[in-house]
């Protein structure tokens, strides 16, 4: 079984910076992309950032040049720089690993959630 430990929330001034970190144990399939999403309560989930299955870091525009997603593969681990918080940034931040040990097959998994609150 797959499981997913993130770590690194907390409060933060705005302006400020954080790492999220997450961490993947298990059956892991080679094929396989990481990502992290957030959610305020009321809203969709929404995608931060995501590695494609090439390698490829992709963002949504609202974190563009703020946030970086990096990953240590030897390390099962993908991490989630964030700089130049805003007050919209606080969420509960999801990390996400979906796999594909067939071409026909995906299995989507989820961290517990660690939260970001972005306050003076």
């Known amino acids: 079984q797959v499981q997913l430990v993130e770590s690194g929330g907390g409060l933060v001034q705005p302006g400020g910076s954080l790492r999220l970190s997450c961490a993947a144990s298990?059956?892991?399939?080679?094929?396989?992309?990481m990502a992290w999403y957030r959610q305020v309560p009321g809203k969709q989930r929404e995608l931060v950032a995501r590695f494609t299955i090439g390698g490829s870091p992709m963002y949504a525009d609202s974190v563009k040049g703020r946030f970086t997603i990096s990953r240590d593969n030897a390390k099962n681990t993908v991490y989630l720089q964030m700089s130049s918080l805003k007050p919209d940034d606080t969420a509960v931040y999801y990390c996400?690993?979906?796999?594909?040990?067939?071409?026909?097959?995906?299995?989507?998994?989820w961290g517990q959630g660690t939260q970001v609150t972005v306050s003076s």
């Open positions: 298990g059956s892991i399939a080679r094929i396989n992309a």
């Open positions: 996400n690993l979906k796999t594909y040990p067939t071409m026909t097959t995906m299995n989507d998994y």
